[in-house]
């Protein structure tokens, strides 16, 4: 290519990238946080908000929000990135460098997507601009035309769309510590009917509510969103026998975030029969909890309609591909004893983690790789150990059949080893990384060939 023709083409694969993620976090090269799935077309799309470290003087308490990327997947694995489709720049009424594109929702109707998103005007009361407006695209992942002006009526941040199955629409979103809703003229771009604080009974004296997300199951409606009882948000759920409430609290989705991420904040949809939520944490700054990372994990419901509660987990909803690089440090299960996860690179997060197994008989385990591809019949496996070790890849449990044998000479860099199978396999299994030597070994990831 000739030098003229590379700037263009680099812009290119920024704007569209695909990448192969089965596991939490869904996206590693860059943050995202507040993501609202949605399913048009038989895909899942994300529609999250972005987080960047903040500049000099730039954001509002530490968050720094200037676009919106979206993403979309047909198997929960490989996740195109569909590039920026809005910017605090690029919309007519906000505000330039406010970087305070929080939450955003879309939904389809009238054979078009509609874009909501929260941002700041540059009219203020009491200090803030909290307003939200739509863009409107063909298309689920855009190209995106924002309207000239904010929504008229509205004052706050997260707005969430509900396509009621008798046709109406119904807006929600959150300001001061309240979820307001008003149902929205059949132009998608109005108020139909006057904001009303929606009531939820038996919530309690909590410190914050935001970010709702309303949907409906056999009848009854959900309204989820994040919730402080005390330090930092819950996931949260109340139901109700009409859109607008009143609604009656009902418990906890997930509990407060492991590494004390401050927010969190939710989306449920269902896609080829199971259910999912989709949810932050700050996996990726773990000391730094405005720059957030978006992650999915299957939920499921009683048969009551009550909602099972999710823990977070590294391993995720994805498949993997034998053939792909397994992040194996995204473990499903691991043994009590002996098993150790940190960064390959503390000053660079987005290169991922590493697992170390630190003694014999410490394991981890990985579920559901795809071993459809045919002929796969070594393993090549991204190691090192200072001392030297051995371990085993096992197949379907902990004591079930040995896949490879490795021996891990003594290394203080990484390298890759590639081991012969001892067994081939088809189909979909669960994957055991046993250690057989006293002596520590790390992994980054494995990949069958
Ligand atoms: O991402 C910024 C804000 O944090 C969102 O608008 C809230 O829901 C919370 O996640």
């Known amino acids: 290519m000739n030098r003229s023709g590379l700037p263009l083409f680099l812009a290119i694969l920024l704007l569209f990238t695909t990448f192969s993620i089965a596991q939490n976090p869904l996206v590693t090269n860059q943050f995202t946080a507040d993501p609202t799935a949605r399913v048009f077309n038989g895909k899942i799309y994300i529609y999250p908000s972005h987080d960047v470290p903040c500049g000099e003087g730039q954001g509002f308490i530490g968050f720094c929000m200037p676009d919106y990327h979206v993403f979309s997947s047909e198997n929960l694995t490989d996740w195109q990135d569909h590039g920026v489709i809005l910017s605090h720049n690029t919309v ?34 009491n200090g803030k601009g909290r307003r939200i407006g739509v863009a409107i695209a063909d298309k689920p992942e855009g190209p995106f035309t924002p309207e000239p002006n904010f929504m008229a009526g509205i004052y706050g941040i997260d707005p969430n769309v509900f396509m009621a199955k008798d046709g109406k629409a119904y807006i929600y979103w959150a300001d001061s510590r309240v979820i307001y809703g008003a149902q929205l003229k059949p132009n998608m771009l109005e108020l139909a009917t006057l904001p009303i604080p929606i009531k939820i009974k038996g919530i309690g004296n909590g410190k914050f509510i935001e970010g709702p997300f309303v949907f409906e199951r056999n009848g009854q409606y959900y309204l989820t969103f994040p919730y402080i009882p005390e330090t930092t948000e819950q996931l949260v759920y109340s139901l109700g026998a009409n859109p607008l409430g009143p609604y009656d609290y009902k418990g906890v989705i997930m509990k407060e975030s492991p590494i004390k991420c401050y927010t969190n904040h939710q989306s449920i949809v269902d896609y080829n029969g199971q259910s999912y939520l989709f949810y932050h944490h700050n996996d990726l700054s773990p000391k730094f909890d405005k720059n957030r990372s978006i992650m999915a994990d299957s939920l499921f419901f009683n048969p009551d309609g009550t909602i099972q ?30 098993v150790s996860v940190s960064f390959v690179d503390s000053l660079n997060t987005f290169k991922g983690w590493k697992v170390k197994l630190n003694e014999k008989d410490s394991w981890i385990s990985y579920n559901k790789v795809d071993f459809s591809k045919a002929g796969l019949k070594k393993v090549v496996i991204n190691e090192k150990s200072a001392a030297g070790s051995n371990f085993e890849i096992r197949c379907g449990g902990l004591n079930g059949p040995v896949l490879a044998k490795v021996s891990v000479e003594k290394s203080t860099e990484w390298k890759q080893s590639e081991v012969k199978l001892e067994k081939y396999l088809t189909g979909v299994h669960d994957l055991f990384i046993v250690s057989t030597r006293q002596t520590a070994v790390e992994l980054d990831w494995l990949m069958f060939k």
């Open 309 to 338: 509660e999710v823990i977070p987990s590294l391993r995720g909803v994805g498949i993997s591909r034998a053939e792909s690089q397994i992040q194996v440090d995204r473990y499903s299960s691991k043994s009590e004893e002996g």
């Open 92 to 125: 007519p009424w906000v505000e330039p460098d406010s970087y305070r594109m929080w939450a955003p929702d879309c939904v389809f109707t009238n054979g078009k997507y509609y874009y909501y998103f929260p941002a700041e005007a540059p009219e203020k009361i």
